[in-house]
């Protein structure tokens, strides 16, 4: 752990002062003056200890970012800051608590050798299984549809009056296909049966006929199974790196590991209509009890995060600030996109960035196996 204590001249936080008045005030409702109009000396009035708190909250981070520049701090988590002494045109004085990186040594990384797994080919059973799936789901909607009867447009029964659906398929993993057709207006399954899938059934999928459909799905599995294989390898590529790591391990990392991985089951609980209680409750364990045992899986990708990280350093990999905003660029919620205005989201994302393109470039020096 490590306390910095920085000292910021009034002139040098007075812009961010004055954009925290400007921000804020654009809200700020005063009797006599138009909605974000009032005085800027009003507006501070109005706000009080709001207005402080907003500035050096943004303040604060950007101003240690720029005094640990060139120092052998590299903090590894959000620093906590405590204001010493401020007052509204002097000096702000402050104090952030810090988690110091660690000292990291890694072996030999370029004499790594790791075999890539061959991609397994996508057998005539795994389309077919797609295939009766989709029909299946599909053929149950149109049935439904029919005997709501909402479906009898025409009447003549079993004559299509729209044969041609609008949608898309898209491989999600596993063997489910998310699509987003819907079943036909009409009595193209009349209720709700045919003989199996054919081209109508297939058009219904966004193809042009079975066939289509057929390649379709082929291809989508193929792309999945090639994901996967990568993502097998980059793996396989990571424990030759956490083996090969020697770190003191700091608790906050570990910590920060076991809540991340417990986020990913209780969201993976949640798509099951499950709390976490109930599948804890479920699996005879307590909270504590799978802290206990995942540690050391936790341990494992700390360790792991840390030797990419040291060899990053060690072959110079760098994000630029164009990357970095390209990245951003690419958000598309605005919300979520605002959030990397601030300094320490965008720091996050940068480190993320470096991760990825030292394990490219880990991927460019393995050794086959």
Known sequence: MVEVTITVPWADLEPKWNQTVAKLGAEVEIPGFRKGTAPANMVETQLGVKLQDEAL???????????????????????????????????????????????????????IKVGRPPVKPVAEEEVNKVIDDLYNR???????????????DSGVAGAPQ??????????????????????????????GQTAGPDDNFAKAMGALDLNDLRAKIRKDLEDHTKLNNELDYEEAILQEVEKITTVELPDILIEDEL??????????????????EDYLRGQGKTLDQLRGEWRPQAEKNVRMELGLSEIARSENVTISDADLQSEVDKIQDARVKKQ?????????????????????????????Q
Do not use: C
Not at 259 to 276: F, P
Not at 353 to 368: D, E
């Open 57 to 111: 909250k943004t303040a604060m981070p950007e101003f240690l970012i720029e005094a640990l520049k060139g120092s052998d701090i590299i903090p590894i988590d959000y620093p906590k800051y405590q204001v010493t002494s401020f007052v509204k045109g002097q000096d702000l004085q402050y104090k952030a608590t810090i988690t110091n990186r660690p000292v990291v040594a890694v072996g030999n990384y370029k004499t």
């Open 340 to 368: 990397f205005e601030a300094q320490e989201p965008r720091l996050h994302l940068r480190h993320a960035l470096r991760q990825t393109k030292t394990l490219n470039l880990l991927k460019t020096l393995v050794a086959p």
């Open 138 to 152: 599909w053929k149950a909607r149109a049935g439904a549809v029919s005997q709501s009867g909402q479906n009898q």
């Open 162 to 191: 729209n044969d041609k659906m609008g949608g898309s398929i898209s491989f999600q993993g596993g063997n489910e296909i998310a699509t987003s057709a819907t079943p036909p207006r009409n009595d193209a399954v009349p209720n």
């Open 259 to 276: 809540n991340r991985m417990l986020v990913s089951l209780q969201r993976r609980v949640a798509d099951m209509g499950l709390l976490l």
